[in-house]
């Protein structure tokens, strides 16, 4: 059982397109954070989100964390071929030290 | 600035046999652990550990056993390896707490034929 639900699992646009990647679970968590992998490497970290509500820029990229603290989204405006990778959520469940991850979305932004 | 180190990078080993993937991190991390990643799986938690003398269980122990005799090093031992062990692992350290971040080591690529 997955407790993060990534979607879409896919994702190929167009250079200067909008796009946004959710990330979804039944289960309150104390933060979320956006991890980005490019091929052959290792995650790095992009955000936290912290408080219900929350929204944080990172130059294109827009993280919010929901009301509930049970999802998040990650929102890119006018995506660059740069952009190509995969993107992952993860979080600590409550009662956990566990870090756990979604399945991720690959996205691919075509010049 | 080494972070966390990962060796071997590649892997090629025969079904039956056993190996060790080390793992060492350099920024006194207490947080270890060891991660797969599997086409359209994401990455699966396969153990951990909050110390030195510590270690849990995650989402996919089977297989696999650990230990952590010192914050440094945190190796993952394939018991007696199997073609479903075919992956990518990555080992991760992070400070303890629930919103610190993860560093991950740049990942063994391990085939078993």
């Known amino acids: 059982t997955q407790l993060l639900e990534q979607s879409p699992q896919f994702l190929s646009i167009q250079e200067g397109e909008n796009l946004t990647v959710y990330c979804n679970s039944s289960?309150?968590?104390?933060?979320l954070q956006w991890y980005r992998q490019e091929p052959g490497e290792g995650p790095v970290l992009l955000v936290t989100?912290?408080?219900?509500?929350e929204v944080k820029k990172l130059k294109r990229l827009t993280f919010q964390f929901g009301d509930a603290r049970k999802d998040s989204s990650l929102h890119i405006t006018a995506a660059q071929p740069g952009d190509t990778g995969l993107y992952l959520c993860?979080?600590?469940?409550?009662?956990?030290?566990?870090?756990?991850f979604g399945k991720g979305t690959k996205l691919t932004v075509n010049p | 600035n080494a972070g966390v180190t990962q060796t071997p990078k590649f892997q090629v080993l025969k079904t039956g046999q056993s190996m060790t993937l080390q793992c060492a991190q350099d920024?006194?991390?207490?947080?270890m652990s060891w991660y797969r990643q599997d086409p359209g799986m994401g990455l699966r938690l396969i153990h951990y550990?909050?110390?030195?003398?510590?270690?849990d269980q995650g989402e996919v122990p089977n297989g696999y056993n650990v230990s952590r005799s010192t914050t440094e090093d945190f190796p993952l031992r394939l018991l007696s390896a199997a073609p479903s062990q075919t992956s990518v692992y990555f080992c991760?350290?992070?400070?303890?707490?629930?919103?610190?971040?993860?560093?991950f080591g740049q990942g063994t690529r391990l085939t078993v034929v």
């Open positions: 991760a350290s992070r400070n303890r707490g629930l919103n610190t971040e993860a560093f």
């Open positions: 289960s309150v968590f104390s933060s």
């Open positions: 989100v912290v408080t219900g509500g």
């Open positions: 993860a979080g600590v469940p409550g009662g956990s030290e566990k870090l756990v």
């Open positions: 920024m006194n991390h207490e947080y």
């Open positions: 550990s909050v110390g030195a003398g510590i270690t």
